[in-house]
């Protein structure tokens, strides 16, 4: 039983064939009043009548003349179309009212009056009820077809943003590299192996819409170890990462990355001994908070550098496609500290 709802409900043919079957036993059952015989002949002329009106305004006046701007002709045709079918089927009912001598206290003139407003009323209702289906799915299939446009095109602009951040990385890590190679032969090798898992991460979890939470924060740990290999003495780098709950959430690839690298890349943690990196990551009742905060370089050549540029860009374009209102991104740019703070609803 449950498979065949599952195919009408599935199947507008169906729909329509039962909705017609509907409005035939009905006008049988309506007509039964006089005998079967009387019943059938007219049932089967009122249904016949109905479909004409219902589809050739479904089919012909609606897509044909009044979405192509000939709205003259649509309004001069529907009415000859109500008004021709509303007459014959009067002529037709009247014609067997005297085959099947029936007899009606009423003159022949005011009987085929009556049976044409009557047959007039009910096409009236016919057409009315194509145009508001026509329109109906007509707007449910433009929203969905703007839904699949605008899916589509979010896709393909976070693939894009995607690309650029790992493109971003990728130059970062082999300037790296550079540098260690350069100034630091013995740690070369771990060095790049921690590259090589990073890579893996890019390479290949990357290529989803998604990705486990817990993956991202793995690729932050290891990032963040990666760049920790640059410095002789341990410098005040903190990443704290909270999920008592443990719940499972499924992010962007690389959502937080950029904002992690913006850390190191404008923190003078080189030079300067009092410079810090605190960064915290925390869920919380299908929330994510996210905030990283680092110490202004001590000569800043422009003001607000770190606000600007392709990594925080690009965070605030995929925050726009993925998230919508669903989410909230501060920056605080103070003279001894740059602050940004992310919040995501799930």
């Given at each position: 039983m449950?498979?065949i709802f599952?195919?009408?409900?599935?199947s507008?043919?169906?729909q329509?064939l039962?909705?017609?079957?509907?409005?035939?036993?009905?006008?049988f059952?309506?007509n039964?009043?006089?005998?079967v015989?009387w019943?059938f002949?007219?049932s089967?002329?009122n249904?016949?009548?109905?479909?004409v009106?219902?589809?050739?305004t479904?089919?012909?006046?609606i897509?044909?003349?009044?979405?192509?701007?000939?709205?003259?002709l649509?309004f001069?045709?529907?009415?000859?179309?109500?008004?021709?079918?509303?007459n014959?089927?009067?002529?037709?009912?009247?014609y067997?009212?005297?085959g099947?001598?029936?007899?009606?206290?009423a003159?022949?003139?005011?009987?085929f009056v009556f049976?044409i407003?009557r047959f007039?009323?009910?096409f009236?209702?016919?057409?009315a009820?194509?145009s508001?289906?026509?329109?109906?799915?007509?707007t449910t299939?433009?929203?969905?077809?703007?839904?699949?446009?605008l899916?589509e095109k979010k896709?393909?602009?976070?693939r894009?943003?995607?690309?650029?951040?790992n493109?971003h990385?990728?130059?970062?890590?082999?300037?790296n590299?550079?540098?260690?190679?350069?100034f630091k032969?013995?740690y070369?090798?771990?060095y790049?192996l921690?590259?090589?898992?990073m890579m893996r991460y890019v390479?290949?979890?990357?290529?989803t819409e998604?990705?486990?939470?817990?993956k991202?924060?793995?690729y932050?740990?290891?990032?963040i170890?990666f760049?920790?290999?640059r410095f002789?003495n341990?410098?005040?780098?903190?990443f704290t990462?909270?999920?008592?709950d443990?719940?499972n959430?499924?992010v962007?690839?690389m959502?937080?990355?950029p904002?992690v690298?913006n850390?190191?890349?404008?923190?003078?943690?080189?030079v300067?001994?009092?410079?810090f990196?605190?960064?915290?990551?925390?869920?919380k009742?299908?929330q994510?908070?996210?905030v990283?905060?680092n110490?202004?370089?001590l000569?800043?050549?422009?003001?607000?550098?770190?606000g600007?540029?392709?990594?925080?860009e690009?965070?605030?374009?995929?925050?726009?496609?993925?998230?919508?209102?669903k989410?909230s991104?501060?920056?605080s740019?103070?003279p001894?500290?740059?602050?940004v703070?992310?919040?995501?609803?799930m």
């Amino acid at each position: 039983m449950s498979k065949i709802f599952n195919q009408i409900r599935c199947s507008a043919k169906l729909q329509s064939l039962l909705i017609w079957m509907a409005i035939y036993i009905l006008g049988f059952i309506q007509n039964l009043w006089i005998n079967v015989e009387w019943a059938f002949k007219v049932s089967t002329l009122n249904l016949l009548c109905m479909m004409v009106v219902y589809y050739v305004t479904y089919n012909v006046l609606i897509p044909k003349l009044l979405i192509k701007e000939k709205k003259i002709l649509y309004f001069i045709l529907s009415i000859a179309l109500i008004v021709i079918f509303a007459n014959i089927c009067a002529r037709v009912e009247l014609y067997l009212f005297e085959g099947a001598n029936i007899r009606i206290d009423a003159d022949q003139e005011m009987k085929f009056v009556f049976s044409i407003s009557r047959f007039a009323t009910i096409f009236i209702l016919t057409y009315a009820v194509s145009s508001i289906i026509f329109f109906y799915k007509r707007t449910t299939e433009d929203a969905r077809q703007k839904e699949e446009l605008l899916s589509e095109k979010k896709m393909m602009e976070a693939r894009v943003l995607k690309s650029q951040i790992n493109s971003h990385f990728i130059f970062n890590a082999l300037n790296n590299i550079y540098s260690m190679t350069y100034f630091k032969d013995e740690y070369t090798s771990g060095y790049v192996l921690k590259l090589a898992h990073m890579m893996r991460y890019v390479m290949e979890d990357c290529e989803t819409e998604l990705t486990p939470l817990s993956k991202d924060v793995d690729y932050i740990k290891n990032f963040i170890d990666f760049q920790k290999l640059r410095f002789e003495n341990d410098k005040d780098v903190i990443f704290t990462y909270i999920n008592k709950d443990e719940t499972n959430i499924s992010v962007p690839p690389m959502i937080f990355q950029p904002l992690v690298e913006n850390c190191f890349k404008h923190t003078p943690l080189e030079v300067d001994k009092n410079s810090f990196i605190h960064i915290l990551l925390e869920i919380k009742e299908k929330q994510i908070y996210f905030v990283a905060e680092n110490s202004q370089p001590l000569i800043k050549n422009k003001p607000s550098s770190n606000g600007k540029g392709i990594g925080i860009e690009n965070v605030k374009r995929r925050l726009e496609l993925y998230f919508e209102n669903k989410y909230s991104f501060t920056i605080s740019d103070n003279p001894d500290s740059f602050k940004v703070e992310l919040s995501i609803s799930m």
